[in-house]
């Protein structure tokens, strides 16, 4: 009598649930260390600040094509300093309107979370209802319009940008250019979004691949 051989027992190949981050963190510090890195770059670029500030330079410009002349010299090579003169403009009209801060930081966080560094397999779910990445990008495309067009954040960050723009072509029009750097060769990229723009591009080519793996 052959003895009979036990049934298999089944066994649940269930594993448990890996808590994942709600954001694709190795992206996101990838993005935020090749921005730091191209930001560096560009600032390293940057002229010392009492040449830019010596008073025996300052003169009355002769006409308006000399103050433009002037203004366009002083900018090839003073750039770095405009632009960051510009951007502390920007940074203190923020601070000194904390609403219009706080809105525009939710702004850049809801992109951030919400959508470019949020995984793939992590749907959005709001009110127990999920919302695809097309409706969330539609969402956010709708929020920036209305935080930038309808609140005050969009003027404030206008008039702080032409005030900073005021006090560069006042310096660069009062300001002699120097023989010394009369005759310097000017920067293939010029303008304040290009500089911001292109520290910014170089930090999100560097992190595509990693943020594309993250969404497949």
Not at 81 to 89: A, E, P
Not at 170 to 184: E, I, N, R, V
């Amino acid at each position: 009598m052959s003895a009979s051989v036990p049934a298999a027992l089944p066994i649940s190949g269930t594993q448990p649930d890996e808590t994942q981050p709600p954001v694709a963190i190795s992206a996101f510090l990838a993005f935020l260390s090749r921005l730091n890195d191209s930001l560096r770059n560009s600032l390293s670029e940057r002229r010392p600040w009492p040449e830019l500030a010596d008073r025996s330079t300052f003169s009355k410009p002769e006409s308006f094509s000399d103050a433009t002349l002037r203004i366009r010299k002083n900018y090839s090579y003073f750039r770095v300093n405009y632009l960051m003169v510009i951007g502390v403009t920007l940074a203190f009209s923020l601070i000194f309107h904390p609403f219009s801060l706080l809105l525009l930081l939710g702004l850049l966080f809801s992109w951030i979370f919400l959508y470019l560094f949020r995984p793939a397999d992590q749907p959005l779910i709001i009110f127990g209802r999920t919302f695809s990445d097309r409706e969330t990008l539609g969402i956010l495309v709708i929020f920036s319009i209305f935080v930038i067009f309808l609140t005050s954040v969009g003027s404030l960050i206008i008039s702080a940008i032409m005030l900073g723009f005021g006090l560069v072509c006042a310096h660069g029009a009062f300001k002699a250019p120097d023989d010394l750097f009369l005759d310097d060769q000017e920067p293939a990229a010029t303008g304040f979004l290009s500089f911001i723009g292109g520290a910014a591009s170089n930090a999100v080519a560097a992190t595509v691949p990693t943020i594309s793996n993250t969404r497949i």
